[in-house]
């Protein structure tokens, strides 16, 4: 129990730390190996939150998939000069504010929602997390998101080949 | 419960936070990018934690679908980042100022 | 969807969910079909044809197996209701005129037709669906649907830096504010244990606003991912340059489309799943409401690009709608329904103009004398900015007379007489293009001929414009809040 407190906060302080890390290197391609970190210790949240399925999701789409994805184009585009712009707009103490205000009123805001579930309707089977329960609910009371999802990506391809083709090049 | 709720809510709102200020403090295209995945990450460590809170599967059901729209984001917004950096090399939002008059 | 679906509450069949879901059935097999076979149309029409045949079999289909009574299908995802049905035919009717109105900006190899088409379809089905959404998830998957389909045809001429430039703003915002509104959707499950709008509305009418004071949050952030759908102010920065660098036709399908789609999902949202807080959320549209219409009216006074100022318009247009909720009531959604649906006509009309007179059309300085070249086309842009503003006998009148009494009954009379005074002022930004039509000789040639299509499209807005002016009823009768 023990144990699995302290790994939890070690993910969280983690998470916190790594997430600052992404938004503040100079380099992108630093920027992202910190994403990564971020990506893989939310995941460990996740596990600790027995949410297995998602945790999975999490790093086989998300760090895996998507994050290559931003490599691939980072390196792709091989931005030199980077390293000698200006790391934030002139206006960062403002998003600064802005960003702790978020984060206070988010804060707020959980802590008043949190205690809900004492007064939710007791629906009987309780959710233990697991894959089957998931795949169950994905494919039964959700098949309609689950097949808009579908377009959402159809619609991102298309979009990929159209918005990357060259000059002249037909889709 | 081995997690306590109230830190997992707490984590996810920092995270917010500072997506919201990568967003509106980088200049760097792929970097504003990059934070709002910052932000999702955020949403959807609060609706696992909900999940589990409120004994329910909404909430990592709408977390995959989450993962799901944010690949599909992903790939257009990198798509319109590659248009971008072949009219014009190395571009961040200072210099999108052509919509203006 | 086909196949072996358990639905846990029994809801009968699969193929009564199926029978809710004909038009946007019938927007995604064509777009399929369109993705499938677009190497071979390159060169051809077919796109056009089945897009518009596509848009005509949808709305009718919306209108024939609408269910006499609102059905929920798909275990409470969505709803088919009047509402649902309105936006339909609506959303169809623009696709429609959209795929009319771009005949000329779709010519040569700049733009892949078979894509083009296919991702207007699946905007359009995005559109429909948070349309009859009752649950966040249905919402926020049209919504982003409609949103990236938006963005990639905002870009869509990959060569043209401006339109690099202005898919490039629009994404980030959208991506911005769809995480806000996703911020909020789970704010709201962690309140309320719901997604579904009744079962929030269940949590919030035991435990509101005033025992809850945080719920205020995931309300506000809610709101403020939809009035960005609908280019709202603070959240309408992204519009202008959007539409400016956009194709005209995209511009006119964002105008009309997107905000028709936002307002269905922002009038069921406030009216079913945030019912119980009309007080605290009449505030919030009210401050959405003034600001748009204001600064939406103002900004436009100094515009020289037609994209552009038309963009501003639809900012303050999208405010004069917003009115329309502050009541909370089903009288006041029916009047936004209006308002909704003699914009769009009117909109499409005056971009229609726009994309007739090509380059032309898109600068303002170059309408000069365009009356006396043009004096049909230059009477059609006449009538449709008469409507914008709001002048009799125009079916902009009924809408802003309908939608500003809609403001008096919900006693914001300040706001009522803010929208008279704003209409005034929109009135010198229209009017400049009517002196510049009507007063000055003309500096260039005549504008070359108008594709068939482009001048059916027109046609049909201003009949509607001219019906809706004359006898409104006959046109927004079946206007039904849910």
């Known amino acids: 129990m023990l144990t699995a407190q302290a790994v939890f906060y070690y993910m969280a302080a983690a998470s916190v730390a790594s997430g600052l890390l992404a938004v503040t290197r100079r380099n992108p391609v630093q920027s992202m190996l910190w994403v990564l970190a971020l990506f893989l210790h939310v995941a460990g949240i996740f596990l600790l939150l027995s949410a297995e399925f998602l945790a999975a999701v999490q790093v086989i789409v998300y760090a895996g998939a998507i994050l290559i994805f931003y490599l691939f184009v980072v390196m792709l585009l091989d931005l030199p000069d980077e390293e000698a712009k200006p790391r934030f707009g002139k206006h960062w103490p403002f998003a600064a504010c802005v960003g702790v205000a978020t984060t206070l009123l988010a804060w707020l805001a959980q802590g008043a929602v949190a205690p809900a579930a004492g007064r939710l309707p007791d629906t009987g089977a309780a959710f233990t997390g697991s894959v089957a329960e998931l795949g169950k609910a994905l494919f039964g009371p959700f098949a309609l998101p689950f097949e808009l999802a579908s377009l959402v990506l159809l619609a991102a391809i298309v979009g990929a080949v159209v918005l990357a083709r060259k000059r002249g090049e037909r889709t | ?101 | 969807m086909i196949g072996t679906v358990v639905t846990q509450k029994a809801s009968g069949p699969v193929l009564d969910d199926l029978v809710l879901v004909v038009p946007e059935l019938i927007f995604v097999g064509t777009a399929l079909l369109l993705i499938l076979i677009a190497r071979r149309i390159r060169k051809t029409p077919v796109a056009i044809v089945l897009t518009v045949a596509a848009a005509v079999a949808a709305a009718l289909s919306a209108v024939w197996f609408a269910p006499a009574e609102p059905t929920t299908g798909f275990a409470g995802m969505i709803t088919v209701d009047g509402y649902a049905t309105f936006f339909r035919v609506l959303i169809a009717a623009t696709v429609g005129m959209t795929t009319l109105l771009s005949v000329r900006s779709i010519v040569g190899e700049e733009v892949p037709r078979g894509d083009y088409h296919a991702l207007l379809l699946l905007a359009a089905t995005g559109m429909m669906f948070s349309a009859s959404a009752i649950d966040l998830l249905t919402l926020y998957l049209g919504l982003e649907l409609t949103t990236l389909c938006a963005i990639v045809l905002v870009g869509i001429k990959v060569d043209r830096p401006l339109a690099n430039e202005a898919a490039i703003k629009y994404f980030l915002l959208a991506s911005f504010a769809s995480a806000l509104l996703l911020y909020g959707i789970a704010l709201t499950y962690g309140a309320t244990g719901a997604t579904d709008f009744a079962g929030i509305a269940a949590a919030l009418s035991k435990e509101g606003l005033a025992s809850a004071p945080f719920l205020l949050v995931p309300l506000g952030l809610v709101t403020a991912g939809l009035a960005f759908k609908i280019a709202a102010v603070p959240f309408h920065a992204w519009a202008p340059d959007a539409y400016q660098g956009a194709s005209a036709p995209v511009a006119a399908f964002l105008a009309a489309g997107s905000k028709a789609a936002g307002l269905a999902a922002l009038g069921r949202v406030c009216l079913v799943a945030f019912g119980s807080e009309t007080e605290v959320l009449s505030l919030l549209l009210a401050g959405l409401a003034a600001l748009s219409i204001i600064a939406g009216s103002v900004l436009a006074l100094s515009q020289t690009d037609m994209k552009r100022l038309l963009a501003y318009s639809s900012i303050a247009h999208a405010g004069y709608a917003v009115l329309g909720l502050l009541a909370g009531t089903g009288e006041g959604v029916s009047a936004m329904m209006t308002y909704a649906f003699f914009y769009v006509f009117m909109t499409l009309g005056a971009f229609g103009v726009v994309i007739a007179l090509g380059k032309r059309g898109e600068e303002l300085d170059r309408y000069q004398g365009l009356a006396s070249q043009r004096p049909g086309m230059a009477a059609l842009m006449l009538l449709f900015l008469l409507s914008l503003t709001g002048i009799p006998p125009t079916a902009g009148f009924a809408a802003k007379f309908v939608i500003i009494q809609s403001a008096v009954r919900a006693d914001h009379i300040a706001l009522a007489i803010l929208a008279v005074v704003c209409s005034v002022i929109s009135a010198f930004i229209y009017m400049r293009v009517v002196v510049l039509m009507y007063m000055k000789d003309p500096q260039e040639a005549a504008p070359s001929r108008v594709p068939i299509a482009v001048t059916v499209a027109i046609a049909l807005a201003a009949l509607v414009t001219l019906v809706g002016g004359i006898s409104p009823g006959s046109l927004t009768a079946w206007a039904v809040s849910p």
């Open chain 2, 1 to 101: 419960m081995i997690v306590p709720m109230s830190t997992v809510l707490a984590v996810s709102a920092i995270l917010f936070g500072i997506g919201v200020f990568g967003f509106l403090a980088r200049r760097n295209i792929i970097l504003m990018l990059v934070s709002t995945e910052v932000m999702l990450n955020a949403v959807n460590l609060s609706l696992a934690g909900f999940s589990q809170h409120l004994d329910d599967p909404r909430g990592q059901v709408l977390a995959l679908f989450v993962i799901a729209v944010a690949a599909a984001e992903a790939a257009v917004g990198l798509g319109i980042v590659i248009a971008l950096n072949r009219n014009k090399p190395g571009a961040g939002v200072g210099d999108l100022t052509d919509l203006k008059q």
